[in-house]
């Protein structure tokens, strides 16, 4: 591997692997109940999974995966850094609107750093098509709670330039969502037919030596 791209890159691959936890844990705290706090905590989760699925393209530089997953990996990565630096700017703007408010319970911490340790280290040793569908799976994932959580942030937004913006990032993150599930179940049953007719070549080859 590369070693000038190499700590950059494996802080992707850590990131693509704890899409529903951020690379240092949040201490626990009471869980959020409704208002500002609820719009507060799903501002700072919202922007720290696009935070960090804007570096996941990354892996391009050490994954061989197909144009089609390369290229959806990339917008991926573009929609989500866009989403992103737009929650910074609302921040930026609006001091009562803080994007560090990540409070969840210990055992929910705990758990999602478990995830994150597993799926770092399938994407680490896994290449060709099971890395592929690997990625794939993940960020239906990580595209599935970046939709919802900016659904809730959106309905209890009271600024309505802010809420419009939020549908707009869910909108954005459920499309690519769709896109993603129908490439993953394209590859899945591509990898299912090549793996019977390699097991129908295999039998046809022990047959002619049977036989012979």
């Known amino acids: 591997m590369n070693t000038r791209v190499s700590l950059p890159l494996l802080a992707a691959m850590f990131s693509v692997g ?13 869980l959020i109940q409704s208002g500002a706090s609820l719009r507060n905590n799903c501002y700072s989760l919202l922007h720290q999974l696009l935070d960090e699925q804007k570096d996941v393209s990354l892996l391009r530089f050490i994954k061989f995966e197909h144009s089609d997953v390369k290229t959806l990996v990339k917008r991926i990565a ?19 609107l803080p994007l560090d408010d990540i409070r969840l319970p210990s055992g929910e911490l705990a758990t999602r750093d478990a995830i994150a340790s597993t799926k770092e280290k399938d994407l680490l040793s896994q290449t060709g098509n099971k890395f592929e569908l690997t ?36 909108e954005d993150m459920e499309g690519l969502y769709h896109e993603v599930f129908m490439l ?29």
């Open 18 to 30: 704890c899409f529903l936890t951020g690379c240092q844990s949040p201490k626990a705290a009471p």
């Open 78 to 96: 573009t929609t989500s850094g866009t989403g992103a630096k737009l929650l910074e700017e609302f921040a930026k703007d609006d001091p009562s």
């Open 135 to 170: 990625l794939l799976l993940t960020q239906t994932e990580a595209l599935s709670y970046a939709w919802h959580l900016a659904k809730v942030a959106r309905e209890n937004e009271p600024q309505a330039g802010r809420a419009r913006a939020l549908a707009g990032i869910g």
């Open 184 to 212: 993953l179940l394209t590859k899945s049953k591509s990898a299912a037919t090549n793996s019977i007719q390699a097991q129908s070549h295999e039998h046809g080859q022990a047959l002619a030596q049977i036989r012979q």
